[in-house]
């Protein structure tokens, strides 16, 4: 038999921050999501995969979830070192790819998936990748049962899942230009690029309205959290959409947005604008730029950085699309 391998990626801290604290979410426990990992296994498993990928992390989240199940499929626990930091997303990634794993499911939210997008790089084109969201702001990542994400997840790593519009590569925000110390600027987000005056690098409170000077959206939707609803609520732009949302900020149009779970604060958006792909948006100093909620960039007084969109990210796998076509072809009966 073909080797069909997964690989399930678990960012110990998502859902587990400060944000949470400053809203009404409660916290993503270390139980629920071992059950999330062992719910993936199960299904990835009954689908047909021959080997289950985790890695090394503080917690043993993963590798305690595949202990004891008995599962058909060999388990493997990688051992990438670990920092504590978001490195340790990435270093991961790298270890599933060496493994041979383009199949990887991931627990955290858009920050976590940021960071396996970054790692990914020129190798995004080869990874299916299926987002669960166990994080604080999540956009990117998917809600949904776990054990149905597995068994998409195995039969995409056996190579079934050959129809049209089950996958689609999603969008990048790729930044450009020279920051702090006059050093170059190459980053990336998923969803959201945020300016904001009058804060800090490293902030980890929620933002403070009063401080969003403009935002470029990949996904503008109505129907989610943090920043991308403050243009969905006026102008949505979708996954689909070979296209962006300007936002910004000032006298005009004001709404009530939550920017976190539970939290609800009015803004005022004095235009929008959809942005094609690859077309550059410029965002000067005196601010910080935030990609998907992490302050990460200071840009000085008379600096300037461009951020575009691109869609050359890995691809996504749709679970209940996947979950048709599957039925349709008869994959999920048994000889």
Same mark, same amino acid.
């Given at each position: 038999?073909t080797?069909?391998?997964?690989?399930?990626?678990?960012?110990?801290?998502?859902?587990?921050?400060?944000?949470?604290?400053?809203?009404?979410?409660?916290?993503?426990?270390?139980?629920?999501?071992?059950?999330?990992?062992?719910?993936?296994?199960?299904?990835?498993?009954?689908? @047909?995969?021959?080997?289950?990928?985790?890695?090394?992390?503080?917690?043993?989240?993963?590798?305690?979830?595949?202990?004891?199940?008995?599962?058909?499929?060999?388990?493997?626990?990688?051992?990438?070192?670990?920092?504590?930091?978001?490195?340790?997303?990435?270093?991961?990634? =790298?270890?599933?790819?060496?493994? @041979?794993? &383009?199949?990887?499911?991931?627990?955290?939210?858009?920050?976590?998936?940021?960071?396996?997008?970054?790692?990914?790089?020129?190798?995004?084109? %080869?990874?299916?990748?299926?987002?669960?969201?166990?994080?604080? =702001? =999540?956009?990117?990542?998917?809600?949904?049962? !776990?054990?149905?994400?597995? #068994?998409?997840?195995?039969? /995409?790593?056996?190579?079934?899942?050959?129809?049209?519009?089950?996958?689609?590569?999603?969008?990048v925000?790729?930044?450009?230009?020279?920051? %702090?110390y006059?050093?170059?600027?190459?980053?990336?987000?998923?969803?959201?690029?945020?300016?904001?005056?009058r804060?800090?690098?490293?902030n980890?409170? !929620?933002?403070?309205?009063?401080?969003? &000077?403009?935002?470029?959206?990949?996904?503008?939707?109505?129907?989610?959290?943090? #920043?991308?609803?403050?243009?969905?609520?006026?102008?949505?732009?979708?996954?689909?959409?070979?296209?962006?949302?300007?936002?910004? #900020?000032?006298?005009?149009?004001? +709404?009530?947005?939550?920017?976190?779970?539970? +939290?609800?604060?009015?803004?005022?958006?004095?235009?929008?604008?959809?942005?094609?792909?690859?077309q550059?948006?410029?965002?000067?100093?005196?601010?910080?730029?935030?990609?998907?909620?992490?302050? &990460?960039?200071?840009? !000085?007084? @008379?600096?300037?950085?461009?951020?575009?969109? %691109? %869609?050359?990210?890995?691809?996504?796998?749709?679970?209940?699309?996947? #979950?048709?076509?599957?039925?349709? /072809?008869?994959?999920?009966?048994?000889?």
């Amino acid at each position: 038999m073909t080797e069909a391998r997964v690989a399930i990626l678990v960012n110990p801290m998502s859902g587990r921050d400060v944000r949470r604290l400053a809203a009404r979410a409660t916290n993503m426990t270390h139980e629920a999501k071992r059950d999330i990992v062992a719910r993936v296994a199960a299904g990835a498993d009954a689908c @047909g995969a021959t080997d289950i990928f985790v890695a090394r992390e503080p917690f043993r989240i993963a590798a305690a979830a595949l202990e004891y199940m008995g599962l058909g499929a060999r388990t493997h626990v990688l051992t990438p070192p670990i920092r504590n930091t978001a490195e340790d997303t990435e270093t991961a990634v =790298n270890a599933f790819l060496e493994a @041979g794993c &383009d199949t990887i499911v991931s627990l955290g939210g858009d920050g976590t998936n940021r960071a396996i997008v970054r790692a990914l790089g020129a190798r995004a084109e %080869r990874v299916r990748l299926i987002p669960l969201s166990t994080g604080t =702001n =999540n956009v990117f990542p998917v809600l949904a049962e !776990p054990t149905i994400a597995g #068994m998409v997840a195995g039969l /995409q790593a056996r190579g079934l899942l050959t129809g049209t519009g089950l996958e689609a590569r999603c969008k990048v925000l790729h930044v450009s230009g020279v920051g %702090r110390y006059g050093l170059p600027v190459h980053d990336l987000g998923l969803i959201d690029a945020v300016l904001l005056r009058r804060d800090h690098v490293g902030n980890l409170l !929620p933002f403070d309205a009063d401080r969003i &000077d403009r935002l470029l959206l990949t996904r503008a939707e109505p129907a989610s959290i943090g #920043m991308s609803p403050i243009g969905g609520l006026i102008e949505p732009v979708d996954a689909a959409d070979d296209a962006g949302l300007l936002v910004e #900020m000032g006298p005009g149009t004001r +709404l009530r947005a939550p920017l976190s779970p539970g +939290l609800f604060r009015e803004v005022s958006v004095s235009r929008v604008t959809r942005v094609p792909l690859g077309q550059p948006v410029e965002f000067a100093g005196e601010g910080v730029l935030a990609f998907d909620g992490d302050r &990460d960039h200071k840009i !000085p007084v @008379g600096a300037t950085l461009a951020v575009a969109i %691109r %869609r050359d990210g890995p691809w996504i796998v749709d679970i209940a699309a996947a #979950m048709r076509w599957a039925v349709e /072809q008869r994959l999920l009966l048994n000889p």
